[in-house]
């Protein structure tokens, strides 16, 4: 990697939601901080300063992804702290949230320690442990949320499965308080869900999948949401994909709950249809819907109901994939497709481009509680530079993490994160500007 | 103007794939085929040399030594795999089973697998035709043609029949292809039972949804009753199995809806007592007998027709 103790980012548009900021201007990194913000052309590249003319493409706070799955500990011939960290750098993430479904489970400060050693020696970009909510997630006990935070966890989940068990999840609600870690709650009423395989409807029925109702994601919403409430705590739900869901969230923030929520790129950008004759890669948990929750989703995102989009990036080789549909395994790899598909919804003039980078960069660490989102002087230098224009062809070859469980593989995209530095260092270079 | 036709179906993976104009000429050549199976001598050459493979990843009686008795009256060589239906119990994978089946070139892989969409699977993988004898709860095309056969051989057609079928349409891939094959050949065909075990969105196949049995067999022309699959369920899907009999079993006093000419189907095997009494299932309205017999027939003009025997 190559640090450099001075760079000078010129003529950009910047692009900063927290400083309600969206005009041309410079960026001066000294030694990993933002040093200094200008109106474009306003800083004089200073001696042996290495400066990249940017002609007007984005210059943004570096994106956030708060729920990503990096396989290591337990699956690394899915994907490593490493190559996961390196592909988040590569789809403009400075920094990623990972879940703890690993194996181990990280549900100890053992794990927690673990990864984030890794990531400090091989990372690409910060990563933020979450631990789970109850040991080994089996929803039985509370893991040790004192010793987790103390390990650098940032929140608890228990993603993948739900908490079927409410009084467990209002336990987790209350002593998550005195150690001041967000729940994250993955929303499933398994028994509804229970070896469904895709959106339960018409489609479903045709193709002689076992279905998963969209009540199935919205009963656990509002029990978490009411338990949230019950106990005065805040929450935040993971992946939403159902009109109903959204609307949900909708009337607690009315309401003045502390309530944020997430989706993902693909229930933006894909419908159930996707599923066509048992693509596997269009398996994921929850599934595809249909058109009209994409629409809401859409309406969710531009209204401010969802706050963040995170890619729920999940690999899986094709061992897991490459089998019948209903014994594939859950999940697709999101990190590098996030910024192009995100950038539709802004040409279809859904979201601003300030929208936008509250999503992926803003919100995230306003939810986390954790550092960046900003282009402050002062703040550290994660920063994302977006070409909106380039276009790319996601090939199978190209594809950074170590799986392709992706269904956006072959799609022509418009515009990609370029550039991405992580601490003033840079992560990914698709400018070219590695060498001096 | 019309084009000359050709079947050109190198697989038979569903009804959905099939179009009217083919049905009709599997019927046909089906038809024609029947005689073979009542001849002293019950063989052919017509498949002489052609290597079919039966991949049976459930357990099935009549389903597969009716495509075994198809293709020996064919002369065509046979050979039963019998796996277990795990992927992960057999630590091979389907795709890995496929491939090695491959190499061995068979010219016909006949599969029946409890998970939709795995015949699909397989022919993507390899280059001999698959026949799917029963996916999952997708479908089961060689039983709906052989359903249509026996239709239209009693009936005289299937256009503007009324048909009903009756019981658990959810986990029925026969009821999937049958509601998809008569729609095409302009039958109207009318589905009830138990509404736990009517799928989501069975009307956008075609099917029209009666809450009441009785409602389904009025004036019906074929009344057909399916397996209540005891060893699939789930979920809780019904309270007894007597109380299903009770109030959505076949029995004489419901036919009494139908069309005095009706004709009773069960593709097998029969719950005696829960989805039809004896007296309906053995009476002489029932056809069950007949449908098995044609089962033959179906499924030597299948495997006929895939090999492109177009130039009879």
């Known amino acids: 990697m190559t640090f450099r103790h001075t760079l000078l980012l010129r003529n950009g548009r910047i692009i900063d939601p927290a400083n309600t900021i969206d005009e041309p201007g410079d960026l001066l990194v000294i ?50 702290i490493a190559s996961g960290t390196r592909t988040a750098a590569a789809g403009g993430f400075t920094a990623v949230a990972c879940m703890p479904n690993t194996n181990p489970v990280n549900d100890n400060q053992s794990v927690t320690s673990f990864i984030l050693t890794k990531a400090a020696a091989e990372g690409a970009a910060r990563v933020y442990p979450v631990g789970a909510i109850s040991k080994n997630s089996r929803g039985t006990e509370l893991a040790e949320y004192g010793e987790l935070k103390r390990a650098g966890a940032v929140a608890v989940s228990d993603d993948g499965r739900p908490v079927a068990n409410s009084q467990l999840m209002r336990r987790a609600l209350e002593y998550s308080g005195n150690h001041d870690l967000l729940v994250i709650s993955h929303a499933e009423e398994s028994s509804l869900s229970e070896n469904g395989v895709m959106n339960e409807g018409p489609l479903s029925t045709r193709l002689g999948l076992r279905g998963i109702p969209t009540v199935a994601e919205e009963i656990m919403i509002y029990r978490d949401l009411a338990l949230a409430e019950y106990v005065g705590r805040p929450i935040h739900i993971a992946h939403i994909s159902t009109r109903e869901s959204v609307d949900l ?23 159930e249809e996707a599923v066509g004759i048992y693509n596997t890669r269009a398996k994921m948990n929850p599934p595809l819907r249909r058109a009209d929750d994409m629409a809401a989703i859409r309406e969710g995102l531009r209204d401010g109901t969802i706050d963040a989009i995170a890619t729920d990036h999940a ?34 003039n859904i979201l601003t481009p300030a929208r936008m980078i509250e999503l992926l960069s803003l919100q995230p660490a306003r939810i986390l509680g954790v550092a960046g989102g900003t282009l402050t002087e002062g703040s550290p230098a994660d920063i994302t530079v977006i070409d909106p224009e380039k276009k790319f062809v996601y090939a199978k070859e190209d594809v950074v993490s170590k799986s392709c469980n992706s269904p956006f593989l072959g799609w022509e995209f418009t515009g990609r994160a370029v550039l991405t530095l992580v601490g003033g260092r840079i992560t990914f270079d698709g400018l070219g500007q590695t060498e001096n | 103007m019309e084009f000359e036709y050709r079947f050109q179906h190198k697989h038979i993976l569903g009804m959905e794939e099939l179009s009217s104009r083919d049905i009709t000429f599997i019927l046909d050549a089906a038809e024609s085929f029947k005689e073979i199976s009542q001849r002293p001598i019950k063989k ?49 994978t389907l795709i890995d089973t496929a491939k090695n089946l491959a190499s061995m070139n068979p010219d016909i892989i006949v599969i029946r697998h409890s998970s939709s969409g795995s015949p699909h699977l397989l022919a993507k993988h390899i280059r001999a035709s698959v026949i799917n004898a029963g996916d999952g709860t997708h479908e089961h095309p060689s039983q709906a043609l052989l359903d249509m056969m026996t239709v239209r051989e009693k009936k005289g057609r299937i256009a503007g029949l009324k048909i009903a079928i009756i019981g658990d349409i959810s986990h029925s891939r026969v009821a999937h292809s049958n509601i998809l094959g008569f729609t095409k050949m302009g039958a109207k065909v009318h589905v009830s039972g138990p509404a736990t075990l009517i799928p989501a969105g069975i009307e956008q ?73 004896t007296d309906v299932a053995d009476g002489e309205q029932s056809v069950i007998m007949d449908q098995v017999t044609n089962g033959v027939a179906v499924r030597m003009a299948l495997l006929y027709l895939i090999m492109g025997g177009d130039d009879r």
Not at chain 1, 63 to 70: A, E, G, R, T
Not at chain 2, 60 to 66: A, F, I, N, Q
Request: glycine residues 6%; contains cysteine; charged residues 25%.
């Open chain 2, 205 to 277: 196949m075609g099917a029209i949804v009666c809450p009441r049995v009785a409602d389904a067999v009025e004036d019906a022309d074929v009344v057909m009753a399916l397996r209540i699959q005891q060893e699939r369920q789930l979920d809780p899907l019904l309270p007894t199995l007597r109380e299903y009999a009770s109030f959505f079993g076949i029995n004489r006093s419901l036919m009494r809806a139908a069309k005095p000419d009706a004709i009773i189907m069960h593709p097998g095997p029969i719950n005696r007592g829960v989805e039809m009494t």
């Open chain 1, 249 to 271: 969230i909708r009337r607690a923030k009315r309401k003045g709950c502390r309530v944020t929520a997430e989706t993902a790129p693909h229930y933006f950008s894909l419908t």
């Open chain 2, 44 to 92: 052919v050459p017509t498949l002489r040399g052609k290597t079919v493979i039966h991949l049976f990843f459930e357990p099935s009686t009549r389903t597969r030594l009716s495509f075994e008795i198809a293709a020996k009256r064919m002369s065509a060589d046979t050979f039963n795999i019998s796996a277990s239906t795990s992927s992960a119990k057999k630590g091979e």
């Open chain 1, 315 to 348: 690999p899986h080789s094709a061992m897991e994939k490459d089998v019948e549909f209903d014994q594939a395994a859950n999940g697709i790899i999101g990190l590098e497709t996030a910024v192009p598909l995100t950038l539709a919804l802004v040409r279809e």
């Open chain 1, 31 to 80: 030694d990993g901080m933002i040093s200094q913000r200008g109106k474009a052309g306003s800083i004089a590249c200073p001696p042996e300063a290495a400066c990249i003319d940017l002609q007007g493409i984005w210059l943004v706070p570096g994106l956030i992804d708060m729920h990503v799955h990096l396989r290591e500990p337990g699956e690394e011939y899915k994907e490593t």
